[in-house]
């Protein structure tokens, strides 16, 4: 195997370790592209994104450019003469003129078991819908959103109590080591990318500010589901006396349970030392766990029923 020259374009923690993979292998990573710096905290002060942080501290050229189709950058990524250009959670698209250059094409790492959940929240949709499982797809990069030729693909399960954050966490594991042998393929020679099926295609939309926050008319599943889906970003929501209040953790729903007892979807039906259960649609009623009201620190059920009062009869979302 020759080894390759690569460019690897790459922003948020989930790149990482396929970028300390490809760092580390025989081939020859040429330069790491970001977007540019974006303000964070309260301060607003603009922040390295974690893929630049890392070439800073591995000596790695790094370069964040303001637009794909920039003449200067264009020239400049032409320069390098990359033989493939790698991306992995990029969240830029690439014009013709980079999907192009190089001589085995541009490939991505998507986190979901392609064709299912194309688009932005593939990590974050899987669990909200209550998959049973995702996975990780290296993929040839067309015009077209994730619609590609696959290389190699992996399935990895959810269980029940999976978060976005720890299918996050094994996807960006999982992902690297598959990249790297679909790295390898390519240089090799031995890699053969198979059509996706287009028309069992899903589509994963970024999310929006309206779905963090739980409406009790759904049922426990939805609502569990919910809930893990979006821990630990941007995390779920309910309101009560008007103050907004994180939920971080809810309890699997179980058929034997009670049930909502006929009461408005929102009402608390018990406050105890170890969970906040309420009524929720579909005749049922979810366990929360583990909540976090604004401006506090997350806090298990029990601590927080007592330190607010919480009472059967209450409601959460209440008007």
């Not at 990590?123 to 049973?132: E, F, P, T």
């Not at 821990?231 to 006396?241: I, S």
Request: with cysteine.
């Amino acid at each position: 195997m020759k080894p390759l020259t690569l460019i690897f374009m790459g922003t948020p923690v989930f790149a990482l370790p396929a970028l300390e993979k490809l760092y580390r292998s025989p081939h020859r990573l040429e330069a790491v592209i970001t977007r540019p710096d974006s303000p964070k905290g309260r301060g607003r002060k603009l922040s390295l994104a974690p893929t630049a942080e890392w070439a800073r501290q591995n000596e790695v050229e790094v370069v964040r450019p303001a637009r794909m189709k920039d003449r200067s950058f264009l020239a400049w990524l032409e320069g390098k003469g990359p033989e493939l250009i790698i991306t992995v959670a990029f969240g830029r698209i690439l014009p013709p003129e980079i999907l192009d250059l190089p001589r085995l094409g541009c490939i991505n790492l998507h986190a979901s078991y392609l064709p299912a959940y194309r688009g932005a929240a593939p990590i974050h949709r899987a669990v909200m819908d209550g998959a049973q499982y995702s996975g990780v797809s290296v993929i040839k990069m067309t015009p077209e959103l994730d619609a590609g030729d696959i290389i190699m693909q992996e399935k990895e399960f959810i269980s029940d109590y999976d978060t976005a954050g720890t299918l996050h966490d094994r996807l960006a594991e999982k992902g690297a080591a598959l990249l790297l042998k679909a790295v390898n393929a390519l240089a090799a020679g031995t890699a053969r990318p198979v059509p996706q099926d287009h028309g069992r295609a899903t589509y994963a939309p970024p999310l929006q500010s309206d779905e963090e926050r739980l409406d009790w008319k759904l049922g426990p599943v939805e609502l569990h589901n919910r809930i893990r889906g979006l821990n630990p970003w941007p995390g779920a929501y309910t309101t009560f006396e008007g103050r907004r209040i994180k939920v971080w953790r809810s309890a699997r729903p179980n058929e034997n349970e009670d049930g909502n007892r006929g009461e408005k979807p929102g009402t608390i039906l018990e406050a105890g030392e170890d969970s906040l259960t309420v009524a929720t649609g579909n005749g049922g009623s979810l366990k929360l766990l583990e909540l976090q009201p604004a401006g506090k620190k997350q806090m298990d059920a029990g601590s927080f029923c007592c330190g607010y009062r919480i009472e059967p009869g209450r409601r959460l979302d209440g008007e």
